[in-house]
């Protein structure tokens, strides 16, 4: 399904990629003007499990994005049907759950889900990118809360809308192909921003990619949850 990327990005074109990310997809690959999804289902597949990947799972409910990370196999490494498209990133988000490496690998038919409850709207989040430039893809946060708590942490996944069908998925699906999870310093009146470059796996498809982001406090309640939706991206269906 998908190969690995080079870890190293040149100056040249990381500075390509962040005008991009701060120009360009403002106006054509943004979170602006799109109605914020009211929670977040992950699901974690064993890289293994090649029928999980073939089963469709429990429906989605309306406003839910269900997110499908696949989580590397221990025992098969690189062998395993799904590796290509493993993240090492799933690894940290399992523990969040009481999930566990093993817990998903013995989950032989279906993927193990959890969602998260209905958001707590509790400031702004904005999201965009820009075009892919050399396996590298310029994107933008902005956030601004009027709360003054610490332990605020933001994650922001680069996601690949699959339309049902694609390597014999029963479902559209959204895989999460990389991610980044920051510390937020303490809100301040001034909206805090940051621009990243994120690698794009070999095996992705550039037109296909979006990103999903959410704030959290420091109990892991989701503040706010936005996606950027742009010009060229296909309906998949994928629980919006």
């Given at each position: 399904?998908?190969?690995?990327?080079?870890?190293?990005?040149?100056?040249?074109?990381?500075?390509?990629?962040?005008?991009?990310?701060?120009?360009?997809?403002?106006?054509?690959?943004?979170?602006?003007?799109?109605?914020?999804?009211?929670?977040?289902?992950e699901r974690f597949l064993s890289a293994q499990c090649a029928d999980c990947w073939a089963t469709a799972g429990s429906a989605v409910p309306a406003g839910t994005?269900?997110?499908?990370?696949?989580?590397?196999?221990?025992?098969?490494?690189?062998?395993?049907?799904?590796?290509?498209?493993?993240?090492?990133?799933?690894?940290?988000?399992?523990?969040?759950?009481?999930?566990?490496?093993?817990?998903?690998?013995?989950?032989?038919?279906?993927?193990?889900?959890?969602?998260?409850?209905?958001?707590?709207?509790?400031?702004?989040?904005?999201?965009?990118?820009?075009?892919?430039?050399?396996?590298?893809?310029?994107?933008?946060?902005?956030?601004?809360?009027?709360?003054?708590?610490?332990?605020?942490?933001?994650?922001?996944?680069?996601?690949?809308?699959?339309?049902?069908?694609?390597?014999?998925?029963?479902?559209?699906?959204?895989?999460?192909?990389?991610?980044?999870?920051?510390?937020?310093?303490?809100?301040?009146?001034?909206?805090?921003?940051?621009?990243?470059?994120?690698?794009?796996?070999?095996?992705?498809?550039?037109?296909?990619?979006?990103?999903?982001?959410?704030?959290?406090?420091?109990?892991?309640?989701?503040?706010?949850i936005s996606e950027t939706v742009c010009e060229n991206t296909p309906e998949t269906g994928a629980g919006r």
């Amino acid at each position: 399904m998908f190969l690995r990327a080079p870890a190293l990005v040149g100056l040249a074109v990381l500075t390509a990629l962040l005008a991009s990310a701060a120009a360009h997809a403002q106006s054509t690959c943004s979170s602006d003007g799109q109605a914020s999804p009211r929670a977040v289902r992950e699901r974690f597949l064993s890289a293994q499990c090649a029928d999980c990947w073939a089963t469709a799972g429990s429906a989605v409910p309306a406003g839910t994005v269900a997110l499908d990370w696949i989580v590397p196999s221990a025992e098969q490494g690189d062998e395993a049907p799904l590796s290509a498209a493993a993240t090492r990133d799933s690894l940290e988000r399992l523990p969040r759950w009481g999930l566990t490496e093993e817990a998903v690998r013995q989950s032989t038919t279906t993927a193990l889900e959890k969602t998260h409850p209905p958001a707590t709207r509790q400031g702004r989040l904005r999201v965009a990118q820009g075009r892919a430039v050399n396996d590298y893809i310029g994107t933008s946060v902005q956030w601004q809360s009027p709360q003054k708590q610490a332990g605020q942490s933001l994650w922001l996944l680069l996601v690949e809308a699959l339309p049902a069908g694609t390597e014999g998925s029963p479902v559209a699906r959204l895989l999460v192909r990389n991610s980044l999870n920051l510390e937020l310093p303490r809100p301040a009146s001034k909206p805090w921003r940051e621009l990243r470059a994120m690698r794009i796996p070999e095996g992705a498809n550039p037109e296909r990619l979006q990103l999903l982001g959410w704030v959290q406090d420091a109990r892991g309640r989701m503040l706010a949850i936005s996606e950027t939706v742009c010009e060229n991206t296909p309906e998949t269906g994928a629980g919006r």
